[in-house]
């Protein structure tokens, strides 16, 4: 019965509303007649009221008509249509005082009508519509469940069409209790009838003072720094801290406003913005024969998805793990099918006579070189294996590369590499160094690309802290102050096949990767994430640093500088000076130690080929 009322409702809804204002006009109208009674004798107008009334109210549902009132949603009216609504009122009482002036001019209707009938007739239009809006844009909580107190940070455009989306709602269980703004203009005010209580500073007081569950951060035009501090306050809080994100990007994408609204993810503590590169039909990639080895690897396998989706005439992975590179092929055919040329190589990249051998048969012309150990402590144990894995592959790789015409090789390196303190940092300096000195003779644009972490990646710390508090805890951090540069897969792996687009041959590119994190701090806002206190629910504990780690990470050499490129947020290490010669006689020696695994005297031929290199604590097995 109910279902049938609606639809009456609705589909009636332009004819109720003009009978409704027909009515509600006609009274007000004639209340003004019952107001001037006693100083007027009503019986001398009786006939021209009531014909008065009828002009009035015709008048008023013409005009109305004429324009598009009763085409409105007022249940979504904003500003503009209230505005519409008093223009046309205005207009009606100006057209009706004009013809009943003409009509009436032998019994003139009093004053007092004009005026009064003016002002109660303009309110009622307006204050009926603005009644109804309210009514339906409000909802009782809903029944059976405790509704979830609610602090709204921001007191903008964004917080208001947010506030404006939850009220409406039926179904939200969100009590929206209070906001905070830093405008100090805006504090003790109101926002969609929710107070703003103070500034960004104040919300952990807040939250206990107003015992909230939830915070919703509606702060999309925010700085990063300014919102990397927010929301570092509200994950010292124990709220549920959700995000809107740009409404910009939402209207864009098509999707609804609080369907938007998302938790916090370790991204957004990052201290920047993601750095958005094209990945689809980069002419790096597009029709060409794209070797990646490593390609089951975190870094290597979104090489390979990015690659696919810019259609190369044939992707070659190369990958040791049978597992890995079976999981890679079965995504691509899943996603591509036939339309993607798929080639999966099991090879180690260090049999150089093997890597050689499928470079000359497969003739690709991009390799894209991710395969490495990166593991810093596990290196320190077993340094040679390190060059092997890292030095000899890259070095065999370039010099199949240059004798097979490969048009471009890119290495991924890292930012452990400058001034290492690790192995594996040093071996990946040796890397660049190698690629440097070949681009001095070499038709094939060597190059390198440098980057921090990688979020989720294997073997880093985020999945490493997940792990531990998903166990109880503890987790453990080597040191208080250590700090890291972070970056998600999608920006590293586009940087990476946007270096082999406008590479010339020889360069170091590098990502502006904003403000290193503290990792502590990191551990803290992945157990508060997780909807835990650290140090009451989850204990973190301090190991110590482990051999070859360093408190920070660098991205260039403190001798060096970098200049930009046409990408925004790309840039280019300045070279240095290098010795081609002297790289490959060091690289000679430095492989033959290796082989015969002479690790002390492999970590010191590493020591000797980077000057850079500053000593820690090791150990060598």
């Given at each position: 019965?109910?279902?049938?009322?609606?639809?009456?409702?609705?589909?009636?809804?332009r004819?109720?509303?003009?009978?409704?204002?027909?009515?509600?006009?006609?009274?007000?109208?004639?209340?003004?007649?019952?107001?001037?009674?006693?100083?007027?004798?009503?019986?001398e107008?009786?006939?021209?009221?009531?014909?008065?009334?009828?002009?009035?109210?015709?008048?008023?549902l013409?005009?109305?008509?004429?324009?598009?009132i009763?085409?409105?949603?007022?249940?979504?009216?904003?500003?503009?249509?209230?505005?519409?609504?008093?223009?046309?009122?205005?207009?009606?009482?100006s057209?009706?005082?004009?013809?009943?002036?003409?009509?009436?001019?032998?019994?003139?209707?009093?004053?007092?009508?004009?005026?009064?009938?003016?002002?109660?007739?303009?309110?009622?239009?307006?204050y009926?519509?603005?009644?109804?809006?309210?009514?339906?844009?409000?909802?009782?909580?809903?029944?059976?469940?405790?509704?979830?107190?609610?602090?709204?940070?921001?007191?903008?455009?964004?917080?208001?069409?947010?506030?404006?989306?939850?009220?409406?709602?039926?179904?939200?269980?969100?009590?929206?209790?209070?906001?905070?703004?830093d405008?100090?203009?805006?504090?003790?005010?109101?926002?969609?009838?929710?107070?703003?209580?103070?500034?960004?500073?104040?919300?952990?007081?807040?939250?206990?003072?107003?015992?909230?569950?939830?915070?919703?951060?509606?702060?999309?035009?925010?700085?990063?720094?300014?919102?990397?501090?927010i929301?570092?306050?509200?994950s010292?809080?124990?709220?549920?801290?959700?995000?809107?994100?740009?409404?910009?990007?939402?209207?864009?994408?098509?999707?609804?406003?609080?369907?938007?609204?998302?938790?916090?993810?370790?991204?957004?503590?990052?201290?920047?913005?993601e750095v958005?590169?094209?990945?689809g039909?980069?002419a790096?990639?597009?029709?060409?024969?794209?070797?990646?080895?490593?390609?089951?690897?975190?870094?290597?396998?979104?090489?390979?998805?990015?690659?696919?989706?810019?259609?190369?005439?044939?992707?070659?992975?190369?990958?040791?793990?049978?597992?890995?590179?079976?999981?890679?092929?079965?995504?691509?055919?899943?996603?591509?099918?036939?339309?993607?040329?798929?080639?999966?190589?099991?090879?180690?990249?260090?049999?150089?006579?093997?890597?050689?051998?499928?470079i000359?048969?497969?003739?690709?012309?991009?390799?894209?070189?991710?395969?490495?150990?990166?593991?810093?402590?596990?290196?320190?144990?077993?340094?040679?294996?390190?060059?092997?894995?890292?030095?000899?592959?890259?070095?065999?790789?370039?010099?199949?590369?240059?004798?097979?015409?490969?048009?471009?090789?890119?290495?991924?390196?890292?930012?452990?590499?400058?001034?290492?303190?690790s192995?594996?940092?040093?071996?990946?300096?040796?890397?660049?160094?190698?690629?440097?000195?070949?681009?001095?003779?070499?038709?094939?644009?060597?190059?390198?690309?440098?980057?921090?972490?990688?979020?989720?990646?294997?073997?880093?710390?985020?999945?490493?802290?997940?792990?531990?508090?998903?166990?109880?805890?503890?987790?453990?951090?080597?040191?208080?102050?250590?700090?890291?540069?972070?970056?998600?897969?999608?920006?590293?792996?586009?940087?990476?096949?946007?270096?082999?687009?406008?590479?010339?041959?020889?360069?170091?590119?590098?990502?502006?990767?904003?403000?290193?994190?503290?990792?502590?701090?990191?551990?803290?806002?992945?157990?508060?994430?997780?909807?835990?206190?650290?140090?009451?629910?989850?204990?973190?504990?301090?190991?110590?640093?482990?051999?070859?780690e360093?408190?920070?990470?660098?991205?260039?050499?403190s001798?060096?500088?970098?200049?930009?490129?046409?990408?925004?947020?790309?840039?280019?290490?300045?070279?240095?000076?290098?010795?081609?010669?002297?790289?490959?006689?060091?690289?000679?020696?430095?492989?033959?130690l290796?082989?015969?695994?002479?690790?002390?005297?492999?970590?010191?031929?590493?020591?000797?080929?980077?000057?850079?290199?500053?000593?820690?604590?090791?150990?060598?097995?």
């Amino acid at each position: 019965m109910t279902r049938k009322r609606e639809g009456f409702l609705r589909k009636n809804r332009r004819f109720l509303l003009i009978c409704f204002d027909a009515f509600s006009l006609a009274a007000a109208y004639l209340i003004t007649w019952i107001a001037i009674q006693g100083r007027t004798s009503l019986a001398e107008y009786r006939s021209t009221m009531f014909s008065s009334t009828v002009l009035f109210v015709l008048i008023y549902l013409i005009v109305f008509v004429l324009m598009g009132i009763y085409d409105s949603l007022w249940r979504y009216a904003e500003i503009y249509e209230f505005f519409r609504c008093l223009l046309a009122a205005v207009i009606s009482v100006s057209v009706y005082i004009g013809i009943s002036v003409f009509i009436y001019n032998n019994k003139t209707i009093p004053l007092s009508v004009y005026l009064m009938s003016s002002i109660f007739s303009v309110s009622v239009t307006l204050y009926s519509r603005l009644t109804y809006r309210m009514i339906r844009n409000t909802r009782l909580a809903p029944s059976g469940n405790r509704r979830r107190r609610v602090m709204v940070v921001g007191a903008g455009e964004a917080a208001s069409t947010l506030l404006h989306e939850i009220f409406k709602d039926p179904n939200s269980d969100n009590n929206v209790v209070c906001a905070v703004d830093d405008n100090p203009q805006k504090l003790s005010r109101t926002i969609m009838g929710v107070k703003i209580m103070g500034q960004t500073k104040d919300i952990p007081a807040l939250v206990t003072q107003c015992n909230i569950d939830t915070i919703l951060i509606a702060i999309p035009s925010a700085e990063e720094q300014d919102k990397r501090r927010i929301l570092n306050l509200c994950s010292k809080t124990p709220c549920t801290i959700r995000l809107l994100p740009d409404i910009t990007k939402i209207i864009s994408s098509g999707r609804d406003l609080l369907a938007a609204v998302r938790d916090i993810r370790v991204e957004d503590l990052l201290g920047r913005e993601e750095v958005e590169l094209d990945s689809g039909n980069l002419a790096s990639v597009a029709d060409k024969i794209v070797m990646v080895t490593g390609g089951g690897g975190s870094i290597g396998s979104e090489l390979c998805y990015q690659i696919a989706a810019s259609s190369p005439k044939k992707l070659i992975i190369i990958e040791i793990s049978e597992n890995a590179a079976y999981e890679v092929e079965q995504n691509l055919q899943m996603r591509y099918g036939e339309d993607l040329d798929i080639d999966i190589r099991i090879a180690s990249v260090r049999d150089g006579d093997k890597m050689g051998i499928l470079i000359e048969e497969l003739r690709p012309d991009i390799i894209f070189h991710a395969a490495a150990h990166k593991h810093v402590p596990l290196m320190e144990i077993s340094p040679e294996e390190a060059v092997k894995n890292n030095v000899c592959a890259t070095f065999n790789l370039a010099e199949s590369s240059e004798r097979c015409g490969v048009g471009t090789f890119v290495l991924v390196s890292t930012d452990k590499a400058v001034n290492p303190t690790s192995i594996m940092g040093a071996t990946k300096r040796i890397c660049e160094m190698i690629l440097q000195a070949k681009s001095q003779s070499s038709k094939t644009r060597f190059v390198a690309v440098r980057f921090g972490n990688v979020l989720g990646s294997s073997g880093s710390v985020i999945p490493l802290f997940k792990n531990q508090i998903a166990a109880g805890g503890p987790v453990t951090v080597t040191h208080p102050d250590i700090v890291r540069y972070f970056m998600t897969v999608h920006e590293a792996v586009n940087l990476v096949i946007r270096a082999a687009e406008i590479a010339a041959g020889g360069e170091i590119f590098i990502l502006d990767m904003g403000y290193q994190v503290r990792i502590l701090d990191l551990a803290e806002n992945l157990i508060r994430l997780a909807g835990f206190l650290p140090y009451r629910d989850i204990a973190i504990e301090f190991t110590g640093l482990r051999p070859g780690e360093k408190l920070y990470e660098e991205l260039l050499l403190s001798e060096e500088g970098m200049k930009s490129t046409e990408h925004a947020k790309i840039f280019i290490e300045n070279p240095q000076e290098i010795d081609a010669k002297r790289v490959f006689e060091d690289y000679e020696q430095l492989k033959k130690l290796a082989l015969s695994n002479r690790n002390e005297e492999v970590v010191a031929k590493v020591i000797s080929m980077v000057p850079t290199f500053k000593l820690s604590e090791r150990v060598v097995g």
